[in-house]
């Protein structure tokens, strides 16, 4: 009788085991995709918010009628913001595209510092408070190709 007692207490903890190990496993499994889609996200995320960082930097004091190419880029980049874009980023976009029509001028600077800003500290570099500054060299004074050339 002892005995038969044994036998269904060790079945019915070792049942209980094998229903604690399944659920443990189903839950980590769980966790991981969530983690690992989260993640994705991210990158995918970054990754836009890089490349649209990219376009309005590399449009910024261009002149326009030279230029056309870098509306397609500003265009771009602004509905990439309005996708991935945090709420601070995308209302700075709202202002800036609400005020162009009466001003003609895109004010990119505190989108852009935004960007910068959010972007170091997504990869987890130091933050800065310095507006970002501008090389153009379109309409520069003929500087000869020696002084521009990378020094290796």
């Given at each position: 009788m002892c005995n038969l007692e044994l036998k269904t207490w060790n079945i019915?903890?070792?049942?209980?085991a094998i229903l604690v190990v399944?659920?443990?496993?189903?839950?980590v499994h769980y966790l991981n995709l969530k983690r690992d889609?989260?993640?994705?996200?991210?990158?995918?995320?970054?990754?836009?918010?890089?490349?649209?960082?990219?376009n309005l930097a590399n449009s910024v004091q261009r002149h326009p009628e030279k230029n056309s190419q870098y509306f397609q880029h500003i265009e771009g980049a602004i509905a990439d913001i309005q996708l991935f874009g945090t709420?601070?980023?995308?209302?700075?976009?709202?202002?800036?595209?609400?005020?162009?029509?009466?001003?003609?001028?895109?004010?990119?600077?505190?989108l852009l510092n935004d960007l910068r800003n959010e972007l170091r500290h997504e990869l987890k570099l130091s933050s800065t408070k310095e507006n970002v500054q501008w090389l153009r060299m379109e309409g520069?004074?003929?500087?000869?190709?020696?002084?521009?050339?990378n020094k290796h």
């Open positions: 019915i903890l070792s049942t209980i399944v659920f443990g496993w189903y839950c889609r989260q993640n994705r996200l991210k990158d995918i995320q970054i990754e836009y918010l890089i490349s649209a960082y990219r709420t601070s980023q995308i209302k700075k976009t709202h202002i800036m595209l609400s005020n162009y029509p009466t001003t003609s001028i895109l004010e990119l600077d505190p520069a004074p003929n500087i000869p190709n020696s002084k521009i050339q």
